[in-house]
């Protein structure tokens, strides 16, 4: 069965404190892992697509990454305003397409 | 506004009721997608529709749910006799075909509560 976990469950920064978040996935057949960003009471908000290991996606302060085990999702010097739900997602061969299989999150909170 | 929207926000129910959701996508997307989400968890997925063609339900997804999307634009989630456990948020996301980068729009949600 396809799994994914997140960790850290919860992580709290000071402002401008750069850390990464992990995303671990065991699949068969990734055919794409996405990152999505979701703040509090609303829908999640896509951010990245990653196919291949070895791959790396930039966006402002974060970067994705991606082996053939695990996902990153780096932050550097993270703002107040990047304080939310970072969820991880796979679509594999037994998912089919059109099914994404989202982890549980992790929660930021970035203090000023 | 020409985001996904969804209505209504919030509902509370007793046990038993029915309820439905409306889900009125990206207007150029034909792919639809309703999600359900829990409390801590991420979101799971239920249904998913191509134009109006229901292509793929979850095993989540018991008789007692049911999902239309009868011109292949807007969408609608019954649940019929609710229970508690299906207390959650129910999302609707879209996306256009020929974009197969995994990039769905989600709506705000529905937020379901049954008592």
């Known amino acids: 069965e396809d799994q994914v976990t997140q960790s850290p469950e919860a992580l709290r920064l000071q402002e401008g404190e750069s850390s990464s978040l992990n995303c671990s996935y065991t699949?068969?057949?990734?055919?794409?892992l996405f990152w999505y960003r979701q703040d509090p009471g609303k829908g999640p908000e896509f951010l990245f697509t990653?196919?291949?290991a070895g791959e790396e996606k930039e966006k402002e302060r974060l970067k994705a990454t991606l082996t053939k085990k695990e996902s990153f999702l780096h932050i550097t010097a993270p703002k107040p305003e990047d304080s939310a739900t970072y969820l991880c997602?796979?679509?594999?061969?037994?998912?089919?397409?059109?099914?994404?299989?989202f982890g549980t999150g992790t929660r930021l909170l970035v203090s000023p | 506004d020409t985001g996904v929207s969804q209505d209504p926000r919030h509902k509370i129910t007793k046990r038993g009721q029915n309820v439905t959701f409306r889900c009125d996508p990206i207007?150029?997307?034909?792919?639809l997608y309703w999600y359900r989400q829990t409390l801590g968890q991420g979101p799971e997925f239920l249904t998913y529709?191509?134009?109006?063609?229901?292509?793929?339900k979850s095993r989540l997804l018991s008789d007692r749910f049911s999902a239309e999307r009868p011109k292949g634009s807007f969408s609608t989630l019954e649940i019929q006799r609710t229970e508690q456990g299906d207390s959650a948020m129910y999302l609707c996301?879209?996306?256009?075909?020929?974009?197969?980068?995994?990039?769905?729009?989600f709506g705000e949600g529905s937020r379901l509560t049954v008592l």
């Open positions: 996301a879209s996306s256009q075909t020929g974009t197969n980068t995994g990039e769905l729009f």
């Open positions: 699949v068969s057949g990734l055919r794409g």
């Open positions: 990653l196919y291949s």
């Open positions: 997602a796979v679509r594999t061969a037994n998912t089919g397409f059109q099914k994404l299989v």
């Open positions: 207007s150029e997307h034909n792919r």
């Open positions: 529709f191509q134009n109006e063609a229901q292509l793929e």
